[in-house]
């Protein structure tokens, strides 16, 4: 007698016409629209089919070979290719490809290297931080003493003397360097000799940044910071997990206790395949072209919303993001965000520095570069994304003009298809 059901081990989506209908509705507005949000690109077909294998049927725990469950040699294969690549992109000796998130990668960094109730020195997420860093909903934020760092008011760009002075007052344990939406270069070096004269960890989360110090086109972390996080989609277009690196040896023991069994248990292999296989693509000479290709489109991008009158926070970017002020335009990003995702074009709700608005519905909007370049678009679609974007902006009630861009959003998503 069979436990299973008719079809166990070969029926597919179609078995599921619910669950069906929900996926290809997603692959449908993936393709009909362009994605402008940061935290999002859109993997190769060699990722999807990673992460989509058998490698979601296998439990394990530690690290590669020395596993505290057997059957594991095909495992420890792939997350010693794993490993192995994130070391060869980032130029570094150790990695730990485990976490299931940055955040979680992050989080198993301050477990590992610091106690609680320790004081970190980090972003505030008004001024650009991310929330993993510190912020009074998360667990880091109730179990360490948090002191934030923000932007200069009148050039929006960090403020070292300040981020010293907060040092030697609070003294931290450790410095995080690195935000959700701080689109300019961070001056690394500066930052270590900050931390050393406290004696704190420089920890930088490179999450927004990733791909592109992985191609020398942005200042490299290393060697100045101690550890260094990051997601592994976004800007590294890959597989949706997190990574942590780092060059001392005597570090190599606390993180990863900090990552298993601190934070998280068994590993994602499957995930971790998709790793794998996107840290192997970004070793490519291709994807330094891709990277190029990023920075080009989001000056393209800013130049357009700059010469429409839409601000761009801090002048500019040296990033694949960017965070547009709406204050002028007396409308909020929550409202701006739901008409050009009307029109076909995804973007999210942001604060901006010094914000009188509530996160709820602030001033900004925060826009990327990188999934429209992973499509293929180059300067001239971008500078017309800008053209779209400001057509909504400033008449965001008006459905004639909404339906209108979503039309040529349309037209254009059909002569770049995905998947």
Not at 173 to 182: H, L, N, Q
């Amino acid at each position: 007698m069979s436990y299973l059901n008719e079809g166990y081990f070969t029926a597919g989506l179609e078995s599921d016409p619910e669950l069906e209908s929900a996926i290809k509705g997603e692959l449908k507005r993936q393709q009909d629209g362009i994605e402008l949000i940061a935290s999002e690109n859109i993997v190769s077909r060699l990722v999807l089919e990673a992460q989509g294998s058998v490698m979601t049927n296998k439990t394990v725990e530690g690290l590669p070979y020395a596993r505290y469950y057997g059957g594991a040699e095909f495992a420890d294969a792939i997350e010693s290719l794993a490993v192995k690549r994130a070391c060869e992109l980032f130029g570094c000796r150790f990695a730990n490809a485990q976490p299931h998130s940055g955040s979680n990668a992050n989080a198993g960094v301050f477990l590992g290297l610091l106690k609680v109730g320790d004081t970190i020195l980090s972003m505030n997420t008004a001024a650009g931080g991310h929330i993993s860093h510190g912020h009074p909903a998360t667990l880091t934020g109730r179990d360490y003493r948090i002191v934030n760092y923000g932007v200069n008011r009148e050039t929006e760009l960090l403020d070292y003397d300040e981020i010293r002075d907060l040092a030697l007052k609070n003294q931290p344990k450790m410095i995080i360097a690195g935000g959700s939406a701080y689109a300019r270069t961070i001056n690394f070096e500066t930052l270590r000799k900050i931390a050393d004269e406290v004696g704190a960890y420089l920890m930088v989360d490179m999450a927004h940044f990733a791909g592109l110090v992985a191609t020398g086109l942005h200042p490299h972390p290393f060697p100045h910071a101690h550890v260094v996080t990051t997601t592994t989609y976004k800007s590294l277009r890959g597989a949706r997990g997190g990574l942590a690196l780092w060059n001392d040896e005597a570090l190599s023991k606390k993180i990863n206790f900090g990552i298993f069994p601190g934070v998280q248990g068994s590993v994602m292999l499957h995930i971790v395949a998709g790793k794998a296989a996107s840290l192997g693509e970004a070793l490519k000479p291709e994807f330094k072209v891709y990277n190029q290709a990023v920075l080009d489109n989001a000056q393209a991008l800013a130049k357009g919303l700059s010469e429409a009158d839409v601000r761009i926070v801090g002048g500019g970017t040296d990033t694949g993001l960017m965070l547009v002020d709406l204050a002028a335009h007396n409308v909020t990003g929550e409202i701006v965000a739901k008409a050009l995702e009307h029109a076909g074009l995804a973007v999210n709700k942001n604060q901006i520095p010094f914000d009188t608005r509530p996160p709820e519905a602030p001033s900004g909007l925060r826009l990327s570069s990188n999934a429209g370049t992973a499509r293929g678009f180059g300067t001239a679609e971008f500078q017309t994304i800008a053209r779209w974007i400001e057509r909504v902006i400033r008449n965001h009630s008006d459905e004639a003009t909404i339906t209108a861009v979503r039309g040529e959003v349309l037209d254009l998503c059909r002569k770049y298809p995905i998947y």
